[in-house]
């Protein structure tokens, strides 16, 4: 073959792979700096990360939290927690990890490039009354008995009365759709505006049927574009439309949600630890095991939910699990109420994850079982809103 020639083929392959790596969508967060990545978990001398933790008392408080509300959880990592307290107390200098004997293993992401995905979950707080009146019209109900191989009924026939007379109703709600989004975080606050404390309304159970995503039945009809759906467009989409319609959205999911009334009672994970927000996340356990300690490095939004190119390192704990959290994928714990719900509602970005673990622990510990987890849903209960899969 003419040297000119082999000289233009080898330019134009150099401009096919930079095209294609421009090519790769970076709108959400996805970084593609630290090249392909072949293992779930690599060691690495230090994070390629700029900044330091910008939570350290928030990661303090939780490990504090971990400590008082699970001894023996607390007891199999504490030597981990002390060693990044102390790395934390020193600046928090990434460059300085194994100086305080922590190793730092940097996760694959779902796409081999170091992308993890986050999303995020919170508690929200509604308003009800004990008994129906006025705009307080929608039930929450309680678990109900469930025979042997008896079937609860679907979403469509317990919004139709198939639970009513049954004295399982809780309370009553002046929204249907702010019930739903109850359901989907699987706990909540219940304000029964008589001046009493709020009840804390944790998860009580699941009527057994498919949960389907209304997010993709929106995309699938055409009323929100995909690049747009998140819990806000959800809710923007139900105050421009009528109780029937928004019924009728909802009734295709029939999967259904039950409570259990707590009083005086904080937000718990599956390790029934009390969540700290923006400290706590929830994992898959077969992968990320109860109290691994995260670097994160978590892309940062603005007030529409729109990537804004930069980024935060965080410091946190795996203490949850959630029914959609599989993989290289975590769903972060953003607090309580409107404000929470708001940040919550947009993430679905993409970031990068270090596990830091004590020189002392081998990397094979990484891999757990399932059975070390309570279930697919936690102490929350959240089951994450699934937009468009």
Not at 78 to 100: H, I, K, M, P, Y
């Given at each position: 073959m003419n040297k000119h020639w082999v000289h233009y083929l080898f330019i134009g392959l150099v401009f096919a792979i930079l095209a294609g790596c421009s090519s790769r969508p970076t709108d959400r967060g996805q970084q593609y700096k630290d090249g392909h990545l072949t293992q779930p978990f690599g060691l690495v001398n230090e994070p390629n990360a700029k900044g330091r933790p910008v939570n350290a008392k928030d990661f303090a408080d939780q490990v504090t939290e971990t400590q008082y509300a699970s001894a023996s959880l607390y007891r199999r990592n504490?030597?981990?927690?002390?060693?990044?307290?102390?790395?934390?107390?020193?600046?928090?200098?990434?460059?300085?990890?194994?100086?305080?004997?922590?190793?730092?293993?940097?996760?694959?992401?779902?796409?081999?490039?170091?992308?993890?995905?986050?999303?995020?979950?919170?508690?929200?707080?509604i308003q009800a009354r004990y008994t129906r009146q006025g705009a307080f019209q929608y039930p929450l109900y309680r678990m109900p008995p469930r025979g042997k191989n008896r079937k609860l009924?679907?979403?469509?026939?317990?919004?139709?009365?198939?639970?009513?007379?049954?004295?399982?109703?809780?309370?009553?709600?002046?929204?249907?759709?702010?019930?739903?989004?109850?359901?989907?975080?699987?706990?909540?606050?219940?304000?029964?505006?008589?001046?009493?404390?709020?009840?804390?309304?944790?998860?009580?159970?699941?009527?057994?049927?498919?949960?389907?995503?209304?997010?993709k039945v929106l995309i699938d009809r055409g009323e929100i574009a995909r690049a747009d759906m998140s819990m806000q467009a959800i809710r923007q989409w139900a105050s421009r439309h009528s109780e029937s319609e928004v019924r009728e959205l909802l009734e295709q999911n029939p999967s259904?949600?039950?409570?259990?009334?707590?009083?005086?009672?904080?937000?718990?994970?599956?390790?029934?630890?009390?969540?700290?927000?923006?400290?706590?996340?929830?994992?898959?356990?077969?992968?990320?095991?109860?109290?691994t300690t995260l670097l994160a490095e978590v892309p940062l939004l603005d007030d529409k939910g729109k990537f804004t190119g930069k980024y935060e390192l965080r410091l946190m704990v795996a203490l949850d699990v959630g029914g959609a959290i599989k993989g290289q994928h975590f769903d972060m714990y953003q607090g309580i109420g409107t404000e929470a719900g708001h940040a919550a509602g947009y993430y679905n970005h993409y970031g990068r994850v270090w596990v830091l673990k004590g020189n002392q622990t081998s990397a094979s510990l990484f891999q757990t079982t399932n059975a070390n987890s309570v279930g697919s849903q936690g102490a929350t209960g959240q089951v994450q809103l699934t937009y468009d899969d």
């Open positions: 504490s030597a981990n927690f002390e060693a990044v307290e102390r790395w934390v107390q020193a600046g928090g200098d990434t460059r300085q990890l194994a100086q305080f004997g922590i190793k730092a293993y940097q996760m694959e992401g779902v796409d081999n490039f170091g992308n993890v995905q986050f999303t995020g979950y919170y508690t929200p707080v009924p679907e979403r469509a026939a317990i919004y139709a009365g198939a639970l009513e007379g049954r004295n399982l109703a809780i309370a009553y709600s002046n929204s249907l759709m702010d019930n739903f989004m109850m359901e989907v975080q699987g706990s909540g606050y219940v304000d029964y505006g008589d001046g009493r404390p709020m009840m804390f309304f944790g998860y009580g159970g699941r009527n057994g049927h498919a949960y389907r995503s209304i997010g259904y949600v039950f409570f259990k009334p707590i009083p005086f009672a904080p937000v718990k994970g599956a390790s029934a630890v009390p969540l700290v927000a923006k400290a706590a996340v929830a994992s898959d356990r077969s992968l990320v095991p109860a109290g």
